[in-house]
């Protein structure tokens, strides 16, 4: 049985930073891919970044892409989303997703207001 777990959420200031992180049980972590979604009120779920199993390729989503980093760490099984110079825009529920699973973490919530 696989949990994924996300911390890291919370309010913060236009232009701020936040590190989401997402631990998982079990030992087949590092045999997937791993994603970060995000769910704003009255929209649908979008892929915001997607990591490969070694972490050497990467995805984003256009709106995000220069300011957020995914990144993993095998060893620690966990994933990162290093977010900054965030945007009103991006205030949402955060989950992470093992690759083309139905495993979800319970989410996060993200705040950029002033």
């Known amino acids: 049985q696989v949990q994924l777990v996300e911390s890291g959420g919370g309010l913060v200031q236009p232009g701020g930073s936040l590190r989401l992180s997402c631990a998982a049980s079990?030992?087949?972590?590092?045999?997937?891919?791993m994603a970060w979604y995000r769910q704003a009120p009255g929209t649908q779920r979008e892929l915001v970044a997607r990591?490969?199993?070694?972490?050497?390729?990467?995805n984003y989503l256009a709106s995000v892409k220069g300011r957020f980093t995914i990144s993993r760490d095998n060893l620690k099984n966990t994933v990162y989303l290093q977010m900054n110079s965030l945007r009103p825009e991006d205030t949402a529920v955060y989950y992470c997703n093992m690759w083309l699973t139905d495993h979800w973490g319970q989410g996060t919530q993200v705040t950029v207001s002033s």
């Open positions: 079990g030992r087949i972590f590092s045999m997937y891919a």
């Open positions: 990591i490969n199993q070694s972490g050497a390729n990467t």
